[in-house]
């Protein structure tokens, strides 16, 4: 995939890309040649109770080299991109940081900050649910317009979160944006590194990791955690994780428990590579499969 000797040892590295491209074994294979801690930047992995159905390292991987950000947020939590910040601030001086994941906002606040925004309350949320979109917008116009003349006006969940943050705080987003504080670790001091896989060939490894999850355990996973479901916070969101509970629930067979899992997964890898083309382009490409 890359010559290791491309990789300075003395920078930390970021490695993205979509799911099931390789990115854990990259990570490994670094940490084990040039020494640092795999860090997590996967929204899922960090959740107690899904290691095989997030494809969370196993305890033979993290024996390997040393790892942070795993399995260590409680089922029932919302974990946003600032509480990974904040668990993230301390290991980056303790250890040269290999930074692995498929979440690109993880990455984006890593290297260019991100402002600490006040949580919408639940009923600003609903109000704004209840708006039309030329509502919405034409209060963004007249309370934040700076954010409205910037944003897709077309695009509802951009023009609704600039509203809900302006009637939740009486501020407007724009100002929030504008008072980001400096990145933890900018992109210029880092190695970063983004796999950009062929869909038809992530496609057909993703198939093949599902099944490899289902024969090790990704099932009695589901099982274990069927009482607690309905306490999942974010947890809940781990792909495959409804439709394996809902064959367990006698909803669905398990065959097309399986084949709702895998469509997710590669719906859910298509939006990583695009977000990452739109987003990523100062990143080192590294295509796959490899020439």
Not at 44 to 63: F, I, K, M, N, S
Not at 139 to 151: F, V
């Amino acid at each position: 995939m890359i010559d290791l000797a491309t990789i300075p040892a003395d920078r930390p590295v970021l490695i993205a890309g979509p799911t099931a491209s390789g990115k854990s074994a990259l990570a490994l294979a670094i940490a084990e040649a040039q020494g640092g801690t795999v860090v997590n930047a996967d929204a899922l992995q960090v959740y107690d109770g899904w290691r095989v159905l997030t494809a969370r390292p196993d305890a033979a991987e993290t024996a390997r080299a040393p790892h942070a950000l795993y399995g260590h947020v409680d089922w029932e939590t919302d974990y946003s991109v600032g509480d990974w910040l904040r668990d993230l601030a301390p290991i980056l001086p303790a250890s040269r940081p290999i930074v692995v994941g498929g979440t690109g906002l993880y990455f984006r606040a890593l290297t260019e900050g991100l402002a600490e925004i006040p949580p919408v309350p639940p009923a600003v949320r609903a109000e704004a649910d209840a708006m039309s979109h030329a509502a919405l917008l034409d209060a963004l116009d007249a309370g934040d317009p700076a954010l409205a003349a910037r944003i897709d006006r077309m695009n509802r969940a951009r023009v609704q979160r600039g509203w809900e943050v302006l009637a939740a705080t009486g501020r407007p987003l724009s100002d929030w944006q504008a008072d980001t504080p400096p990145p933890l670790l900018p992109l210029s001091a880092t190695t970063p590194l983004l796999l950009d896989a062929d869909p038809a060939w992530l496609n057909a490894r993703i198939a093949a990791r599902f099944d490899a999850m289902l024969a090790a355990g990704a099932l009695d996973e589901a099982r274990a955690n069927l009482p607690r479901w309905s306490r999942a916070g974010g947890a809940a969101k781990a792909i495959g994780a409804p439709e394996l509970i809902a064959h367990l629930r006698g909803e669905t067979t398990l065959d097309a428990a399986r084949e709702a899992a895998i469509t997710a997964s590669r719906q859910y890898a298509k939006r990583q590579r695009t977000w990452f083309r739109a987003r990523m382009s100062g990143w080192r490409r590294l295509p796959l499969p490899a020439p």
